[in-house]
């Protein structure tokens, strides 16, 4: 490094400084400052850029002295405090409130969201999808095949689903089946299965079923003991509510088929 | 933030961020709103702050934008980036100086083009190493070097001018 070179590094140093230890110092200094290592020889100094680093220290510090002179006023401290208490301190509080609000609103919607897309999940229309697909499932398994009607009871009792329904008279000309319990949404529904007599197709184990739920398990039901029919694929369907309860008649073929067992 | 936290970080640093403030201004008036500005920010902001070693930074930074917004709403200056260093060595008589006050000081510093005044502030009032000093004006180590080159060298001519002459005077832009 020539003195020119470590004139123009040292040019930026700033003696007393963290600059110092800034290893972008370090040659040039050596080559300056006498000072910085006792034990070199005076020889390998170079005695104008050690002259010249003399003055820019004095001259740096001649005017940092100056800019280390400036003052605040003595009332500062105290205006930024009592700014901060007036100003700063009262929104605290405000905001934290805000914060609460906005999160009480956040998990409310939250909550409400999901609500209601159960309850939309849980809608009577849906349910009457879903069980008329159940039934028209080729060579599904009852839980229970039998034609017992006490024994199909007892054992949808022991499971919890309903078992307590009130059955048509007119399905008394039916033959029971069978019966299987189906899950909705963590509810039971209880499917009767029945035969009308008629030949059944290849897979069918049953041509005519009675579902029943809870009225509280299944939103917008019926919520009344007249029938209404709805024809879903080839399943007639008859829908009322009795009892707290939600009935759905759902025979293979149409209206008419249906109306002997209403 | 706690209140005595508020406080701990007035009490260190309102005295170096009120001479910055005062140097890149050069009115006591505009150097306390300044210096009040930067701390309501802190206040209100400065929780997100999560090295507590970097307050420092922060604080200067804050002022400086804070500064910067006031100018430009005051004036439109063209904003010259450096990208060589001049080779011009800035160098400051000392018995000139010493012959100076500090209004003296900051009036010849007033008078250097403005994106030099913030760095050369900086280099003369806090022990801040180059790296804080690039990360408080938001430029590039190489930035803050060209700038001082230039800014100490307009500095000297300002000085210069003010022992010959016993008055500050006007520099003489390089072409």
Known sequence: ????????????????????????????????????????RASQLDPELSRWF?????????????????????????????????????????RRLV????????????????????????????????VVAQALRPFYSMDVETNNLTAINTYLAGRHAPANYLLPPSLKSATPAGCAVIDWHGKLVTMLCFRTGKTLGPGEVADLWLFVANQDDVVNGPTSVSRAVTQMDRMATA???????????????????????? | ????????????????????????????????????????????????????????TWLFTTLHRAF???RRKELRFPHQELIETDTALPFVDPVNANGLDSAQVLEALGRIEEHYQAAVALFYLEDCSYKEIAEVLEVPIGTVKS?????LGRLKEMLSNSGSSGRIGKAQHDS
């Open chain 1, 239 to 262: 829908a009322w509510s009795q009892r707290g309860q939600v009935y759905m008649l759902g025979i293979i073929g149409d209206e008419g088929a249906l109306q002997k067992y209403l």
């Open chain 1, 99 to 130: 914060l609460a609000c906005v999160a009480c609103v956040l998990v409310m919607a939250a909550f409400l969201t999901v609500f209601f897309i159960r309850r939309a999940q849980r809608d009577f229309s849906i349910y009457r999808q879903r």
């Open chain 1, 54 to 94: 003399r003055e820019h220290c004095a001259a740096f510090l001649s005017v940092r002295g100056k800019f280390l002179d400036i003052q605040p006023p003595p009332a500062l401290k105290d205006q930024i405090l009592a700014e901060y208490k007036s100003h700063v301190t009262p929104m605290r509080p405000r």
């Open chain 2, 147 to 151: 700038r001082l080159t230039r800014g």
């Open chain 2, 68 to 70: 910067l917004q006031r």
């Open chain 2, 1 to 56: 933030m706690t209140e005595p936290n508020f406080e701990s970080v007035v009490a260190q640093f309102y005295q170096p961020l009120y001479k910055f403030a005062f140097s890149l201004t050069r009115t006591e008036a505009d150097a306390c709103d300044l210096t009040q500005q930067t701390f309501y920010v802190w206040a209100t902001k400065g929780h997100q702050l999560r090295d507590a070693a970097k307050t420092k």
């Open chain 1, 1 to 40: 490094m020539t003195p020119e070179e470590a004139k123009k590094i040292l040019a930026l140093y700033r003696p007393g400084s963290a600059d110092q230890d800034d290893p972008a110092f370090a040659e040039a200094l050596d080559m300056a400052d006498p000072g910085r290592q006792p034990s070199r």
